[in-house]
């Protein structure tokens, strides 16, 4: 069953609500995705943070980290990037979106 | 002030960080999962340039949890090869090294054989020279024989320097039993690589045999008194704070005159919680005296029978009414370390922690469900006198006593209480998590209790 929170993960795509609403609903889910983001984020480890081990290994490891950190990074910016468009929808009326 | 803290559980890598690191990376590809699943209900085909940035960050949210989800899987497996590694390294290395010692010590004897003679010849010409010389001559070679000792200390600080000794008093043994011709082969098989006959404490027996031959023995009864000037009612007691930090707890280990400090806490479940502080060697204790916290009750620990001063710690213990249930926190210094880590294995007692200093405990398994930190200086020699370290589940800290610039006085400043004091108030601070995590598992007790302190009294039974 779907439940009707405007968070929950497969309620439908707003169909038999105002185009308006909808369009403000996803803007809600996107900030929940930029949070969700921000918190895998914040509990990667960055480098520097490892006392305890030493070694080629570890540099290989820190590597690859640092460049998922980074590639979510990047999803931030571009889920900020959905917001800004969604939210000009809001502003100038819900219609044709380019 | 002293250098950078070395954490570590066991002897090298941190497998339990490792652990847990990798768990946290589970967990963070867990939550990308969460992510990916929430993004296409998000495209609802209204624009295509959302719809395309939707499906971009799906897929690149895909590749970072499939991503992040190796690299949990790659730390998981790092972590066990570290650990089965390490432990065949160690073991490989020690063989071979076992096997050397062995030789070189059947090589010796041998050659001892032909060179002993002329040595004895030579050394008997050189004390017959030193009698005819004036004796302000003698004195002045004395002098600078003593000297030159001296200008050995700096070297006895040095961590390379002492972990080389700590290696060869492990192989020490092995030294033993080629000197006497048992094959270097065999010797490799029954030593602490090999099915673990012979090993530091095999040594230190031998020389506990020596010395209870010379009238030495480390292990003869003691008797425990409480101290305090009101001896008709068995001593005194005092109120006293329950320890909040390892630095704390590092501050109450007493000096060798009254060695054992015993702290009773009741806890509001109605049990008794203790804590004991037991103090390091008396560096001034004839061997054999009166005084068991002396260099034969060392030698006696090492050699893992029941010296006089572990007699003395479970005899004050008893006296406190301490049982097998009752939850006890043991702390010691250098010797008191030794003792500590025997009586907290020892399976007698119900045992909650263990916090060690400088102590010679390198040679004693800390296989026990309960937090243990060892603190180690790594210019200090006194650690390395039992050997290389053994398995140890305990959370070993290591760090530098004496700054390069800092001209010391004494054999062994490193081994200074003051400065594992100083080291204890770093590890407080240190920000690792499994040493954070063993400080935390330590029993906080919520009110006052009761200390007493003890003095001990060997009763030698053979003569001196």
Not at chain 2, 3 to 26: F, H, I, K, N, P
Not at chain 2, 317 to 324: D, F, M, P, R
């Amino acid at each position: 069953m779907y439940a009707t929170s405007p968070l929950d993960t497969c309620s439908p795509s707003g169909r038999g609500l105002d185009p308006h609403d909808e369009v403000r609903r996803q803007i809600v889910l996107v900030d929940d995705l930029i949070d969700r983001v921000s918190m895998v984020l914040t509990v990667l480890p960055e480098s520097g943070a490892f006392h305890d081990w030493w070694g080629p290994a570890r540099e290989a490891f820190e590597q690859s980290l640092g460049i998922e950190r980074a590639r979510l990074s990047r999803q931030i910016e571009r889920l900020d990037a959905v917001r800004a468009q969604l939210e000009r929808v809001v502003i100038q009326g819900v219609g044709v979106v380019p | 002030m002293t250098g950078t803290l070395a954490v570590g559980v066991g002897s090298g890598v941190a497998v339990d960080e490792l652990e847990r690191l990798s768990r946290v990376l589970q967990s963070a590809a867990e939550q990308c999962f969460e992510i990916t699943v929430r993004i296409p209900p998000l495209r609802t085909g209204v624009s295509h340039g959302i719809d395309a940035d939707l499906w971009e960050i799906e897929s690149a949210v895909v590749r970072a949890r499939d991503h992040v989800g190796e690299l949990s899987r790659a730390l998981w497996s790092a972590a066990s090869l570290y650990e089965s590694s390490e432990r065949a390294a160690a073991r490989a290395g020690e063989l071979v090294a076992s096997h050397l010692a062995a030789t070189a010590g059947l090589v010796l004897s041998r050659l001892g054989l032909i060179v002993v003679p002329g040595v004895v010849v030579a050394a008997s010409r050189v004390t017959a020279i030193a009698q005819l010389l004036p004796e302000q001559q003698r004195e002045l070679i004395t002098h600078q024989l003593v000297s030159a000792l001296s200008a050995l200390a700096p070297a006895l600080r040095e961590p390379t320097v002492l972990e080389a000794i700590r290696a060869a008093l492990t192989l020490a043994d092995d030294a033993v039993l080629g000197t006497v011709g048992v094959p270097p082969t065999v010797v490799a098989t029954l030593g602490e690589a090999g099915l673990d006959v012979t090993g530091i404490d095999s040594a230190a027996l031998a020389v506990v045999g020596l010395a209870a031959l010379a009238g030495a023995n480390g292990t003869d009864p003691v008797r425990v008194d409480r101290a305090g000037s009101d001896l008709r009612r068995g001593g005194e007691t005092r109120p006293v704070a329950p320890p909040d930090s390892l630095a704390d707890r590092v501050a109450r280990i007493p000096d060798a005159s009254t060695p054992i400090v015993i702290e009773r806490y009741a806890l509001p479940d109605g049990s008794v919680h203790v804590e004991v502080y037991i103090a390091g060697t008396d560096a001034h204790a004839p061997m054999g005296g009166e005084q068991p916290w002396d260099m034969a009750s060392n030698v006696a620990i090492i050699a893992g029978v029941e010296a006089s001063s572990v007699q003395a710690v479970r005899a004050a213990l008893a006296a406190e009414g301490v049982t097998s249930d009752t939850s006890v926190v043991f702390t010691g210094y250098s010797q008191g370390g030794a003792i500590a880590t025997v009586l907290a294995e020892s399976g007698d007692y119900r045992t909650t922690g263990l916090v060690t200093v400088g102590a010679p405990s390198g040679a004693m398994p800390v296989r026990g469900d309960y937090p243990a930190i060892v603190i180690e200086h790594r210019d200090d020699l006194v650690p390395t006198l039992s050997g290389i370290r053994r398995e140890t589940t305990a959370v070993v800290v290591r760090g530098d006593a004496i700054t390069s610039g800092e001209h010391p006085e004494g054999f062994v400043p490193a081994h200074d209480l003051d400065r594992y004091l100083r080291t204890a108030a770093e590890a407080d601070a240190h920000d690792s998590a499994a040493l954070r995590a063993a400080i935390e598992a330590l029993p906080r007790v919520p009110q006052s209790g009761i200390a007493s302190s003890y003095t001990a009294t060997r009763i030698p039974s053979s003569p001196q």
